[in-house]
């Protein structure tokens, strides 16, 4: 069954949607949003305003079905960045350096660059902490300012020596706070990213780019200037439903996820402070918003608007209590269902939406494809180049989602498979269409409907590449140890 859906997708890459030419290749705009959910306008969550995240969409196709690769920074953004998953690489959490695991790999932005290519990045595209960004990769970057450090000068500049906004006693990795700053939207971290990519773009260019523009926001800590908390009073916020006896029917996989990070969101809830925290969630949102339609003004004024690619993404989605679980780390809905927009002149109709599943492993095989490159033939992603021009022609792959080793959502346009330790430990079963909360596990009364799903599942997983406690690694020089 497999094989001939496989042959009819591939059939329909037959059809021409190269972009143009080599001789006349078109820039990259490749902007992402970090820990961003699905709670935007366009994708009919109407939480708090995102104009111009709307905008955008309506500029080009909105993928409403999208998955991130895999519910957490490092492996997701490793996933899109090299375009294979981390069911291939071993690549399954924070703790992994991608570099010295496998260090011939070629990135997303280095093939851009190997091939003529300005490669250009800022903030957050890589993941974020020491190692994860080799300078080999870009010809200019510009790095991530990031809003915890602004939070202790401005504590400074007020003549406090606490370090955080919320009376919480604790606040794991510095990060678990949330709240207002009295500054303008230029003091934020983001901000600078965003004053960097918008004198990128007002330069003249000789060679196509590759510009990356990663906004930090809405991750944690949540801190936004106040206005955006003014224009979304606390009362006016609403709670997700953690609905009692949702785990009832969980297997002990789901369960294990679902506890990581309980202790915070039981922390959160004795002090009072869920609400605040998803008012300033929302709040980040909002301000990334603002970050977004900043770039794209810029963008709009320069001479790359006809000849340029524009794609928009979050790394994965965040969860605020629904199934008893806090953050991401899951393989639901809430966890994995981020904004995906790509506008493509010349190829994407205006207001164009598709609701067939795709996961942002496609970025890699779907950019160099568009862009006349030749595309690497070991990609785990698949050319989404086809639902460009026809969003709504039938389409037979999956988004694939994982999660540590051995633990695989399936998304379809209707459905979710989840396996958890290959099995061992359990697997669920939703029919999205009836159950779109998914409350109700599917697996012990329709455990037939998931043959179709499961041959979607990796063959095997890799062992987990080694973890930083396994190299020392020289800032300076960009060089890894083994230990």
């Known amino acids: 069954m497999r094989a001939v859906l496989y042959l009819l997708f591939l059939t329909s890459l037959l059809t021409p949607h190269s972009l143009v030419a080599t001789e006349s290749r078109p820039n990259v705009l490749f902007i992402s949003v970090d820990d961003m959910n699905d709670w ?21 196709l909105l993928f409403t079905n999208a998955h991130a690769p895999s519910p957490k920074c490092a492996p997701s953004r490793a996933a899109i960045l090299i375009g294979k998953r981390a069911s291939t690489t071993g690549l399954y959490s924070n703790g992994h350096w991608w570099r010295p695991a496998y ?64 009376d919480m006693p604790r606040h794991p990795n510095d990060s678990l706070d949330w709240g207002p700053m009295d500054v303008p939207d230029d003091a934020m971290g983001d901000a600078q990213t ?21 906004l930090f926001q809405p991750h944690l800590p949540f801190y936004a200037p106040q206005r955006y908390f003014d224009a979304l009073p606390i009362d006016q916020v609403e709670l997700p ?59 709009d004024k320069s001479a790359y608007r006809d000849n340029t690619i524009v794609v928009f993404w979050s790394d994965h989605g965040y969860a605020f209590g629904e199934k008893d679980h806090y953050a991401k780390d899951t393989l639901w809905e809430r ?40 595309v690497p033939d070991d990609l785990d992603g698949v050319d989404v180049g086809p639902l460009l021009r026809n969003p709504d022609m ?78 020392r690694f020289d800032s300076d020089q960009y060089t890894w140890e083994k230990l």
């Open 394 to 471: 039938p389409w037979y792959h999956p988004a694939i989602i994982d999660f540590l080793k051995g633990n695989t959502a399936i998304r379809t346009k209707d459905w979710r498979y989840i396996q958890y330790d290959e099995g061992r430990k359990g697997e669920e079963l939703y029919d999205l269409i009836n159950d779109p909360n998914e409350w109700t596990n599917l697996i012990e009364t329709h455990s037939e409907l998931t043959v179709p799903f499961k041959e979607w599942l990796p063959s095997s997983y890799p062992e987990e590449t080694p973890t930083k406690r396994a190299y």
């Open 103 to 166: 260090p011939d790999l070629v990135t997303l932005p280095q093939y851009f660059r190997n091939h003529g290519y300005t490669a250009a990045g800022g903030g957050k595209v890589h993941h974020h902490t020491d190692g994860f960004n080799p300078p080999d990769q870009w010809d200019e970057y510009f790095d991530l300012v990031q809003d915890k450090d602004l939070i202790v000068d401005y504590f400074k500049q007020r003549g406090k020596d606490r370090r955080f906004l919320t």
């Open 241 to 299: 439903i953690n609905k009692p006896s949702d785990l009832d029917d969980i297997p002990p996989g789901g369960l294990e996820m679902a506890a990581n990070r309980r202790n915070d969101l039981r922390m959160i809830e004795e002090y009072g402070q869920l609400e605040h925290c998803v008012q300033s969630y929302l709040a980040s949102i909002a301000h990334a918003d603002t970050m977004l339609g900043e770039i794209m003004v810029a963008f």
């Open 194 to 214: 965003v004053k960097w990519a918008t004198e990128f773009l007002a330069r003249d260019h000789n060679k196509p780019f590759f510009l990356a523009v990663g």
């Open 40 to 60: 935007v306008g366009c994708l009919g969550s109407d939480r708090v305003p995102t104009p111009n995240i709307d905008a955008l969409a309506e500029r080009g």
């Open 335 to 374: 966890s994995t269902h981020v904004p995906f927009i790509m506008v493509v002149p010349e190829v994407t109709q205006p207001g164009s939406r598709t609701d067939n599943p795709v996961d942002l492993t496609c970025l890699y095989p779907t950019l160099t494809n568009l862009c006349g490159l030749p």
